[in-house]
């Protein structure tokens, strides 16, 4: 599958300082040494290629030019860092990325110094990177810092409203845009990269600044002319004037991969006296490797893969995704209804909306990274009689919550959200996890919040959310396949109302989600043990079936709520209805199984839920230690 790369010249780094003591005329040979290092790490541990070639050359350069770890190198989202990884003392631990144990797949201030701030969502460096930058200048202290966005996390308003206030770092904040997708403005050969490195040398800028203080002795008018005529005159030839306007000072655009280009025009803005300066790199995704050029979808995220073929290796076949499930349902639905349409925020494929695009283009919305948007234009669509569909992550979705108590719940619109990657998601660890949308969507006054034990019951809930006009709605989903089951024709759920899908006397297992199988498994094990078992699948976290929920806490010994969320959400919800109802008060053993108040690291799923708590192992020995019985049923105090 892999073969190690020669790299003679790599070899000699394991630190920026090391980079440092190169020529520059080595530096070429460098970043194609650690081109083929990333690849040949990537292809035995899977993760994300395409970013991360691309910025081979940016990031010799920006190591080369700037002094870190004193100056601030901040990656947005992450996944382009693997170079970055290697560069500053990972070498020897790159093959481990995202593996247990191992790397993880974003930055992270605990893994190294060289990570002052950690990030794997996007559109957050420009802010971080300004607050390093105003601390440095507070405490009279040296040190730039530097923020490396992509074009796709420029579509943030977080990014403009960092922009909108980076004066107050002066020139110790230093932007790079690297451009990989659709080139703002396309570098033009040798005069672009020569009128870069004009306008960003301290000749000009000398110059420059001596004019700008001449204009001011001018009467306004005409100094207001000659800034202008300054802006426009840099802008007509390079581009940058939204940059210009936002307080940076514009230069580019650069090819980002001539590194003979990046160095001193990164050098002339390391020593500008101007600032903040916003540097406009071209890159190309998958640079350097075939297969990835040639396909930078296929090759943004991949699996294990052969580097000669480019051949990414094949799961097992099996179920399908919760993601197409939930795809499919949406689409049939759309077919039903003309008014259903589909929401994401730059993750079309991410969340199966790339299939209902191609169904129905007028009625599907890209609005790039943009949760917070995506949730008041649904708000909007909702109040004009649509029937809007917002398709986010779990983890992604935590980026609107004010829209979505503002603009949607206090206002009862009955957008529809689709909750994707709900629970743990192994290798792509904490900032991924879906593990609160329960807790600050059930909190919330007029929301439904579901949860799909499996693909029927995913299809069931689309349905019921499409024909739900009275309020918000939401059904939550993980990543991965399903079981295996046969989907059928869909019915409307009544809402907060839960089912039994197996009936005991003794122990109660009240489960949300897909911690079903476990529940059942639990079952079968505390059968053998002659515990007779009711297991019973919620649905709804809100409203709660109250009624069965009495019936199950009243009637059996034992009860054990089973979910894969934070604390606050079913279990807290269920503990609130049996203290409001005096249910507690006489003597019921009741548990509650949730996530771990930690931030849990990647890992394989099945061994994150097991250290959760959440597998049948951990439910069986809850209910256990309520009846204060052993794992072989005898009485705790008793002798065998």
Known sequence: MSHRPTTPLLDRID??????????????????????????????????????????????????????????????????????????????????????????????????????????????????????????????????????????????????????????AGNRLVVILNDNDMSIAPPVGGLSAYLARIVSSREFLGLRDLAKRLARRLPRPLHQAARKTDEFARGMAMGGTLFEELGFYYVGPVDGHNIDQLVPILENVRDAAQGPILVHVVTQKGKGYGPAEAAADKYHGVQKFDVVSGVQAKGEPGPPSYTKVFADALIAEAKRDPTVCAITAAMPSGTGLDAFGKAFPDRTFDVGIAEQHAVTFAAGLAAQGMRPFCAIYSTFLQRAYDQVVHDVAIQNLPVRFGIDRAGLVGADGATHAGSFDVTYLASLPNFVVMAAADEAELTHMVHTCALHDSGPIAVRYPRGNGIGIDIPAPQRLEIGKGRVVREGKTVAILSLGTRLGEALLAADRLEAQGLSTTVADLRFAKPLDEALIRRLLTTHEVAVTVEEGSIGGLGAHVLTMASDQGLIDGGLKLRTLRLPDVFQDHDKPEKQYAEAGLDADAIVDTVLKALRRNSVGVIEGARA
């Open 15 to 168: 630190t920026p300082d090391q980079l440092r003591d190169l020529k520059p005329e080595q530096l070429a040979q460098l970043a194609a040494e650690l081109r083929d290092e990333m690849v040949s790490a990537v292809s035995v541990t899977g993760g994300h290629l395409g970013a991360g070639l691309g910025v081979v050359e940016l990031t010799v350069a920006l190591h080369y030019v700037f002094d870190t770890p004193r100056d601030k190198l901040i990656w947005d989202v992450g996944h382009q860092a693997y170079p970055h990884k290697i560069l500053t003392g990972r070498r020897d631990a790159i093959r481990t990325l995202r593996q247990p144990g191992g790397l993880s797949g974003f930055t992270k201030r605990s893994e190294s110094e060289y990570d002052p701030f950690g990030a794997a969502h996007s559109s957050t460096s420009i802010s971080a990177a300004l607050g390093f930058a105003v601390a440095n200048k507070l405490a009279d202290q040296p040190g730039k810092a530097i923020a490396v966005i992509g074009d796709g996390a420029m579509s943030a308003g977080m990014a403009y409203e960092a922009m909108n206030n980076a004066e107050a």
